[in-house]
């Protein structure tokens, strides 16, 4: 393997396996140790912010392995590059709604899951790597 394609998955595993951990294994745990509900919530809410501040910095990362190993077109022609552009703008989005509309949850779980989904779908693409 080369370095881009070792970027990329450890980008790649660093974000989505964060979206995904927090969701579906730490808010559950700490629920279930029986902490406060809003409690759980604020946890869940700043950790969520950072989160997607990663998935958003891991995302550009991707994006330019994608674009030094596949070319600029790949941006819009290959589904890996489709897949980054809207994990970017989901991101921008998010934070956006969260700096205007904090009150609007239902907007801000479903752009996180929404993101966690995306980034699975990535998870099954192949690895760019340079073409020998």
Known sequence: MNAAAIGWLLAQTLWVGGLWLLYFLVLPALAAL????????????????LLI???ACCAVLQLLVLVRVERLASLWRDIRGQLL????LM????????????????????SYLALAFCGLLLVLQPVPMRRT
């Open 53 to 55: 501040g990663l998935t």
């Open 91 to 110: 991101a921008g989005g998010y934070f956006v709604v969260r700096q205007w509309c904090p009150d609007a949850q239902r907007w801000l779980s479903f």
């Open 85 to 88: 552009v809207t994990v970017l």
């Open 34 to 49: 029986g902490l406060a509900p809003l409690l759980i919530e604020e946890i869940g809410s700043a950790l969520a912010a």
